[in-house]
């Protein structure tokens, strides 16, 4: 029963985020907002919605390693498999914002999730904590983020040529309805994922850490995956890295602070070596990023490689 429980909050979570993501990704077009933007904002918020409900409801339970596992392997994966993936099937192009701005700020916030976390090495404290004040620091960040992006919001409307749809009060409600019931399906799919491999973990002696880190991340991350190659082949390479990064930034600042500032967060010792594994891919990431402004196929082939030896290195870990 639990796997059938685990398959259907899956399909809830992707409908779900697929629906917000349409509802939402409309509006903004509405308000006339850069296709960078919506990957930034408005699409990385809906397809790191299950990453937020799920996270958050595992903290309210107690399962803290499911938390955080689920934050970090959600990261990897995103920037392994989404853009590895996506990458081979079209060449990712690359703002020069993004390479200056946005992916150094996701450096910057997996540095600081790491310091948080190294309580017993920077304070010589008996354990590793994340606590509600950590919690309240990454939610500063992610307003210093927000404020960003509304300051690139606003320059590039004022900048754009294009006039915005006019879309009447029927098209509002109707994508405002759209985008509710994609949320609520993101709330119920949540639960039943968090509830359902948490019992299928305890019944295979698995850590809640390694829950997080493969059965519950890989979940989550369908949204990024599917929303990114959609955006691919589309030819739409802004919103498919937009989304990836925009996504890591919110797991990160949005998601680990609510969940930390509902309840502290006891850190499993395992999970230094994948936050720093997080670290290295997104320096890997810039590198890339770099070469010629753009994400070429055989890059994202290593990419794709560099995911199937993390998994059977923490699977073997376990």
Known sequence: ??????????????????????GASKIAAFLNISPLLIGLTIVAFGTSSPEATVSILAALNGQSGVTLGNVVGSNI?????VVGVTAFLYPLKVENETI??????????????????????LQGAAANVITRGDGIVLL????????YIFEVASRSREETTEKAESPGRKAWSKYIIISVAGLAGIILGGELV??????????????????????????????ELVTSVTA???KQSEIALGNVVGSNIFN?????????????????????TDI???????????IFSRTKFRIARSEGIVLVISYVLYLIYIILRN
């Open 194 to 223: 968090v509830r359902s491999s948490t019992s299928i973990a305890l019944s295979f002696g698995m850590s809640e850490t390694l829950v997080g880190l493969t059965i519950v991340a890989l979940g989550t991350s369908l949204p």
């Open 1 to 22: 029963m639990a796997y059938v429980l685990l398959v259907l909050g899956f399909v809830f979570l992707i409908k779900g985020a697929d629906y917000f993501v349409d």
């Open 276 to 286: 720093s594994l997080m670290i290295v891919l997104t320096v890997l990431l810039l």
């Open 100 to 121: 200056r701005k946005e992916i150094p700020f996701t450096l910057l916030a997996s540095v600081v999730l790491l310091i948080f976390i190294s309580d017993t090495v």
């Open 252 to 272: 990160i600042l949005l998601v680990t602070g609510a969940a930390s500032v509902i309840t502290p967060l006891s850190v499993d010792d395992r999970i230094f």
């Open 140 to 147: 500063l960040f992610l307003v210093i983020f927000m404020y």
């Open 232 to 234: 691919a082949i589309k």
């Open 77 to 81: 994966f995103n920037i392994t498999i």
